[in-house]
Structure formats: C-alpha cells, structure tokens
C-alpha cells in the first residue's frame, strides 16, 4: 500500500524556538495532504489542508501564522510550528491523499511526537 | 456536543470473546464512514468502511443506521493482537474542496489471556 512518511518522529525542544515536520508520500503523488493534531485521550483533530501550490486552509480556531504549511511539490508538505510553547505539545499527524486510479484514499504518516519544554 | 461520539471503554475482554462497539455522529449529512484502528503512540490506520447493507471482513462487521445516525463494529473471537483504539470516523463538509475526515475519541480494546 502507499507509503507517507514524517520526519523527525520525535522531538523535544524549548520553549519559544521553531519546530518543522515533514510529510512525504513515498509511491504517490499528493496534491493535498493533511495536518491532524492528537491530545493525549483525544480524537485527532484536523488542523489544515495543504494544497500543493496554494495557501493551505486552515481550520476554526488554529492560528496560520502560528502553524506555516507549506507544500512545495506533490510529495513534500511541511508543517513548521513557530515559537513553540509547552501547550504545543502533542502527537501530530499528516495524511495525504491518493487519487490515482479513481480511488480516493488518504494515508497517514507515522506521527511526530513534539514536547516542547 | 461533539460531532462524532464513542464510548470511551476500555473494554476489557477474555480472548475468544465478541465485543461490540457504538458510535453517534450528528451531521446527518455526512457522507462516508469508517473505522480506524489506533495502536499505542501510532498513526491511526484504516479497519474497514462501513456501508449502509453492512459489511464484514473476517472477524470484523460493521453497520451502518443512517436514519439513527449510528455506526457499529463487531468483532467476533477477541484476538491479543486486537488490542487497540477503535476510532470511528465520518467525512462531511469540505476542507479546501474535499471532504473531510472527522474522528472520534475512540473506543479502547484491551483483549487478556
């Protein structure tokens, strides 16, 4: 099956820097992808859309400029999260979608596991 | 009141054992249902679809009530390995053009020797 990628899996860092995610789908091309936040016990919660050579859209209550999403090409979407502060932390997941030969499909990454300290 | 709701669980099961999980969502237009497995600190991954003539997949059933809004999965003869969060998700509205996916909290699984 299709393969989606997120580098790194985990990081830890302090408080006020940046972080950036990355997304990949490995065997398809993905003109949109998705960015899911998970709270510990919660549901995954959908942050925004990526549009490969659009603005994302962002959903109710996130903050873009706090959340950059950019998706440069049909396989890379990055997901930077400025001046990172400890209420930040939380599993984040992307999934990309696969529309190749009819099918409709999104995959998700592994996760990114961010702690900010 | 939240657009998809489950049991929380845990559910706590002998293996061998069927057990049976609910879900309610409110959006009566919601289009496409599922049910996704979540495992510890993992990605959640795709179970199975559900359809409104109900299907199933070896051990696993699920069933769709349009009318109640309600959503279920059956899984018949526990297995250890079935141990994990069950989410259950609907797409409705439009997220930059597409449907979008909307997840539950989930329902947890815990199968014992």
């Known amino acids: 099956g299709a393969v989606v990628s997120q580098h790194p899996s985990r990081v830890i860092c302090k408080s006020g820097t940046s972080v950036k995610i990355e997304c990949r789908s490995l065997d398809f091309q993905a003109t949109t992808m998705f960015w899911y936040r998970q709270f510990p016990k919660q549901s995954l919660m959908l942050m925004a859309t990526?549009?490969?050579?659009?603005?994302?859209?962002?959903e109710q209550g996130v903050e873009k400029d706090k959340f950059l999403i950019n998706h440069a090409s049909l396989t890379l979407s990055t997901l930077t999260v400025t001046s990172a502060h400890p209420e930040d932390s939380s599993f984040y997941i992307c999934?990309?979608?696969?529309?190749?030969?009819?099918?409709?499909?999104?995959?998700f990454g592994p996760g990114t596991r961010l702690t900010v300290l | 009141r939240k657009e998809v709701e489950q049991d929380p669980g845990p559910f706590n099961v002998p293996e061998g054992a069927t057990v049976a999980f609910n879900c309610t969502y409110s959006n009566s237009a919601s289009q496409s249902f599922f049910w996704y497995r979540q495992d510890c600190r993992k990605e959640p991954k795709l179970l199975m679809s559900v359809y409104s003539s109900g299907n199933e997949d070896g051990r696993f059933t699920a069933q769709l009530n349009r009318a109640s809004q309600y959503i279920s999965l059956l899984i018949r003869d526990s297995k250890l390995s079935d141990s994990a969060t069950y989410l259950c998700v609907v797409t409705t509205g439009f997220s930059g053009g597409y449907n979008k996916l909307i997840f539950g909290a989930g329902t947890r699984l815990a199968v014992h020797p």
């Open positions: 999934s990309a979608r696969d529309t190749a030969g009819g099918r409709d499909t999104q995959y």
């Open positions: 990526s549009n490969e050579g659009s603005k994302a859209t962002y």
